[in-house]
């Protein structure tokens, strides 16, 4: 118990005690009829200041049994309700779940903020135009003091909070916006370290975000192909930037191929025009594979690119190719328009400096952009959770800060598979989670859409604090309805006859019904937290609040000015609140935003021009062609093994495939293939005349191992 609770006991016992020592006085005495004629308020206070007989003994028993009664209290078993005992928090209730100190803004209870401190998440259900933005969203923003990171549709967020962080809480502040020129720059390709030993390991796991292995087999084959054909690229792009002939090659055919995704786009579409090869030779570019037999020969791919390109071009069939090529092309074809090519040009900020030092990002897509950035916000937030949970802050004292993920819109990116896996541990790398979603059935929605029902329950169950606002949806009040609980109230009745009577009886409530739920009022919502009780708070609308709207003025000059010369930056209690328009203002004249660069194709230009000058340090310190690593025989044969197995297992998904479509064939010739779900070149493919038999006998990724073990010996040689 507390000391306020125990004062509480012991003044509740001092006051029976008194009373009760006066009852007990007369009994002593033997004087019980006497009690009624002689007593009065101050009878225990005479007789203990007189010393009558027996007057100490009553007061001492007196106090013994008020004593052990007030505190034995406390501990008598209560009444179990028989159908619940469901309230709202009070403020004692409020108060003894730590929610008035520093974390995540959740809203307001009795005129003061709540916030969720620790390192547990917050999730919020809200629908369109129910104030998530300016009751969550933009508080925490000009609140929260540690790294964040933000899906800002609309860019509303960024217009609102961006000046404060970075002019205020000295923050970097970034905002990535890939449809438009005005926005700095991520290149998802610049984490892949080429050179470390898990450079094969980074490059799959950066394939599987572009070429997921979902779906039905016929997907998944195509997609694991393409995996093959996206490493083996990658490896050819990185082998051309880094010897002196890869660079000379590309200057020569004028192609400003960059280690982006981009470049590797322009890659797989082969080089085009003709060269001089030592002066005496012409050769033809027109395709791809001509491309790598080319650069094949001239020593400028290495081992790695050859492996992993092999189950391409191993395959015979022209269609089977076509379809290979079509899968590769689905993800990678957006980044050829220019504002995509180049927002992710360069690198302005790095994932791997959000807890080393304090900055924020915001994704700035707008609405109408909504759908085409479905990809890029999945490889941004899949890549962002990978590079920050490669390390744990107990390991490497430079991570110091926490991270926000402010994920409006959570849907906006299609299924986040590396997010759910991660959910229940990226606490521990100092990851936060503020989850934002219309509805349980946008959560629950099948992949690539949403989680599916038991991936939405996986997510919500791993964050401990869960805000509703408003619901619009049947479905979402009647859930909230039943997590609020139920509780037991008296049902009266009354006979009407003659005699009268009547009976009471117990029954459920809950403690909100559905209907009530979606009556509630526009500033209200509901709070729940693990082991507490729920709470009936107000949103915390920054515009109504002087802590928030005094943030504002810090970096408006045209907000202060409202307060003319009384204004001071420590001392801002008495000052005015600006209003709607004078807010609106301050944002259209940008006083409360930060300057963003303007990217143009001049950048990429001078980027090459530096790349293709022949006396440049980094050109002179590159090899003539590649230079392999070195390995022992036996880890070269290592990784045959290792691709042997792959493809092996590649050729028993297509046997089984085959199978299938043999028994669909044979119930119904006329029955075409269903469920198919792939792009239309794949399609085709599996439908032609010649598509899965001639997929098994010739082009199942499987390579010619009397080839590989001529190429190791000519290699171990």
């Not at 899906?151 to 217009?159: A, N, P, T, V, W």
């Not at 927002?343 to 700035?364: C, H, P, W």
């Not at 759908?371 to 941004?380: H, S």
Request: aromatic share 10%; with cysteine.
């Amino acid at each position: 118990m507390k000391k306020m609770q125990i004062g509480f006991l012991i003044a509740i016992a001092l006051i029976i005690g008194y009373f009760l020592a006066s009852v007990l006085f007369f009994g002593l005495n033997h004087s019980f009829k006497k009690l009624p004629e002689i007593w009065y308020l101050g009878l225990t206070f005479d007789m203990l200041i007189n010393g009558w007989s027996k007057a100490y003994l009553a007061y001492f028993i007196a106090n013994l049994i008020s004593f052990t009664l007030a505190f034995l209290l406390p501990f008598l078993p209560k009444k179990q309700s028989l159908h619940g005992d469901a309230r709202f928090a009070n403020a004692n209730d409020v108060k003894k779940m730590d929610l008035y100190g520093d974390g995540i803004i959740i809203g307001k209870f009795q005129n003061r903020l709540l916030r969720f401190g620790g390192q547990q998440f917050v999730s919020l259900g809200a629908p369109t135009r129910s104030g998530k933005g300016v009751g969550i969203v933009i508080p925490n923003l000009l609140d929260w003091k540690e790294s964040a990171v933000v899906q800002d549709i609309k860019q509303e967020c960024f217009d609102f909070t961006s000046g404060y962080r970075e002019k205020i809480l000295g923050q970097k502040v970034y905002l990535f916006d890939p449809f438009n020129k005005r926005t700095h720059r991520y290149n998802p390709l610049a984490y892949i370290d080429m050179a470390s030993d898990n450079a094969d390991g980074q490059l799959t796991d950066f394939a599987n975000i572009l070429y997921p292995m979902t779906g039905d087999s016929t997907t998944q084959f195509f997609n694991q192909l393409a995996q093959n054909l996206f490493i083996g690229i990658c490896y050819i792009v990185h082998d051309l930037l880094n010897s002196k002939g890869g660079i000379s090659l590309l200057k020569a055919l004028n192609m400003e191929i960059d280690f982006t995704l981009y470049g590797i786009l322009q890659m797989s579409e082969g080089f085009k025009g003709e060269v001089d090869i030592d002066g005496n030779r012409k050769i033809i570019f027109k395709a791809f594979d001509d491309t790598y037999n080319v650069l094949s020969e001239l020593g400028l791919i290495g081992k790695k690119a050859q492996m992993r390109c092999q189950s391409y071009f191993k395959i015979d069939s022209d269609n089977t190719k076509s379809g290979v090529m079509s899968s590769f092309n689905a993800p990678l074809m957006m980044f050829r328009n220019d504002n995509m090519r180049l927002a992710t040009s360069a690198n302005d900020f790095d994932f791997r400096d959000l807890r080393k030092e304090k900055m924020t990002i915001y994704v700035g897509i707008t609405p109408d952009q909504l759908a085409n950035a479905k990809l890029i916000l999945n490889i941004f937030w899949q890549q962002l959770i990978l590079v920050n949970t490669k390390e744990l802050p107990q390991a490497n004292p430079d991570l110091k800060y926490k991270v926000l993920l402010v994920m409006d819109e959570f849907t906006a990116p299609g299924f986040l598979g590396i997010y759910l896996k991660s959910i229940s541990f990226i606490a521990g790398y100092w990851l936060r989670s503020l989850m934002i979603y219309q509805s349980n059935s946008q959560l629950e929605a099948n992949q690539p859409d949403g989680y599916g029902r038991e991936g939405a329950k996986t997510l919500l169950t791993n964050h401990a604090c869960q805000i509703f606002y408003t619901p619009r949806e049947q479905e979402d009040a009647k859930k909230i309805s039943e997590i609020l609980g139920t509780k037991t109230i008296k049902n009266r009745s009354r006979n009407l006859g003659q005699g009268g009577g009547g009976s009471e009886s117990d029954t459920s409530r809950a403690l909100m019904l559905a209907q009530e739920l979606r009556e509630m009022p526009f500033e209200n919502e509901l709070i729940t937290i693990d082991n507490g009780k729920p709470i009936m708070a107000k949103k915390a609308f920054y515009y109504s609040d002087r802590y928030f709207m005094n943030k504002f003025k810090e970096v408006s000059p045209s907000l202060r000015a409202i307060d003319g010369d009384k204004y001071k930056i420590k001392v801002k209690e008495n000052g005015k609140i600006p209003n709607r328009n004078q807010l609106e203002k301050a944002i259209q004249n940008g006083e409360t935003n930060i300057e963003v660069p303007i990217q143009n194709i001049a950048n990429i230009k001078a980027y090459f021009k530096e790349l293709y000058n022949d006396e440049s340090s980094r050109y002179k310190n590159l090899p003539e062609i590649v230079h392999e690593i070195d390995e022992t025989q036996e880890e070269y044969e290592k990784k045959l093994r290792l691709q042997r197995d792959k493809d092996e297992a590649i050729k028993e998904e297509t046997q089984k495939l085959y199978e299938q479509q043999i028994v669909e064939q044979s119930s119904n010739a006329n029955k075409s293939v269903e469920n198919i779900d792939t792009d239309p070149v794949a399609e085709e493919t599996i439908n032609d005349s010649d598509s899965i038999e001639e997929l098994m006998a010739q082009n199942a990724s499987c390579p010619n191992f009397d080839e590989l073990d001529d190429e190791r010996q000519d290699y171990s040689e």
